[in-house]
């Protein structure tokens, strides 16, 4: 049977078609601004200890005024299926790919920070068409990738208190919308406590839940009634500690003070760029050389949506919430839905399995062999085969899709 894109007429108002169309003035400004980047002093220009090194940000700007062409990257993205829908009053751009096998999963996939929708490029064709790249066809997904509230295409939230549990909820929306009534999630970063919230609100609705990174708010019960904390898990507690004390200064300031800084990376593109470049690179499982793994025409790309959609100061804004609303868990609290975890060697620190257990059902836990943060990106074939058989054995019946 062939597939169909959702409906976006008769059978639901609310979803209608979307094209990416930058304003030519936006381009106007930006090589403009470029034109008068003014750069910093430094000791040397090569390091990185500091932050992003002199040499690699005057090469980016270079690359950006001279090389990067915006136009071939947005007619590229626009040859995704992109829609925008509402959901209890909250617009949500997504892209939607219907997959070709006897029976595709349905499976919402969820970006991070400082990621887009664009993170999922690749990895979505081996998930919706398995078949065409080594795979069986019953392994087929319907694949949803939204936008996070102030992400990209998706306006900002009107209003304070919008933090992944919420979006949690826009999510479980927009999947109903598209008459989808049992689906899968999978996320990194952001996307991966956006998506365990969806299995600890709607387990009747989430066939499964796949990471590639561990929430890094996620707190199991501890202390009295609870197990002892093992060696393994006290070695991750120190590792995220120091973490925090050497890396997390971007997480400390988005989580208290994120306006401030989005006055800084709203009016400087550079700024914008040194921000996020530093994180990929830093992130990735790159040697030092973010170019081995993400072009400069990715990076350039992602960072231009964050650019064109003036949607920073609302991506560093949701750290706050999350930090208000963290995902911690009380005494005997357990999450019914299976959870899978793929582990890339240079993922930010990742507690062992038994963490996960003291709260999760935990059916899948894998040691990837290469790869970083941004595995779909780095490694969109080794991901896919992962998400494919964490879901093998959880199709079945439930799914809905209402056609067009």
Sequence with gaps: MPAVPPPCDKANTTIRPFQISIPEAALHDLRTRLAATRFPATHDAEDWKDGVSLSFARRLVDYWLQSFDWRAQEARLNRLQQRMVTVDGQDIHFVFQPGRG???????????????????????????????????????????????????????????????????????????????????????????????WLARLFPENVAGVHLNYM?????????????????DEQQFLDAAAAFAAQEGAYAALQSTKPQTLAFALTD???????????????????????????????????????????????????????????????????????LGMAVFPCELPTPPRSWAERVFDVRRWTSMPAGGHFA?????????????????????????????
């Design 268 to 338: 400087s593109p550079l700024g914008l760029a040194a921000w996020i470049a530093e994180k990929v690179r830093a992130w990735s499982d790159c040697g030092g050389n973010v170019e081995t793994v993400i072009s400069l025409d990715t990076l350039l790309t992602n960072i231009s949506l964050y650019l064109f959609s003036d949607s920073i100061a609302a991506s560093l804004r949701l750290y706050k919430e999350n930090r208000l609303n963290p995902l911690a868990f009380g005494p005997g609290e357990r999450v019914t839905t299976p």
């Design 102 to 196: 006897p029976s595709p999963l349905p499976l919402v996939l969820t970006h991070g920070w400082p990621g887009s929708f664009v993170e999922f490029e690749n990895l979505i064709p081996l998930l919706t068409d398995p078949t065409a790249h080594g795979g069986a066809p019953e392994d087929a997904f319907d694949v949803v990738v939204p936008s996070l509230p102030g992400y990209g295409f998706s306006p900002a939230p009107a209003r304070p208190g919008v933090s992944s549990r919420e979006i949690a909820k826009l999510w479980r929306g927009l999947m109903g919308q598209l008459g989808y009534n049992r689906f899968g999630a999978q996320g990194g970063d952001i996307g991966a406590g956006v998506s365990v």
């Design 376 to 404: 779909a990106l780095e490694q969109p074939s080794a991901l896919a085969a992962e998400i494919r058989a964490f879901f093998r054995p959880l199709r079945g019946p439930g799914a809905r899709h209402i056609k067009a």
């Design 215 to 231: 929430p890094g708010s996620y707190c199991p019960p501890l202390g009295a009634g609870a197990l002892p904390i093992t060696q």
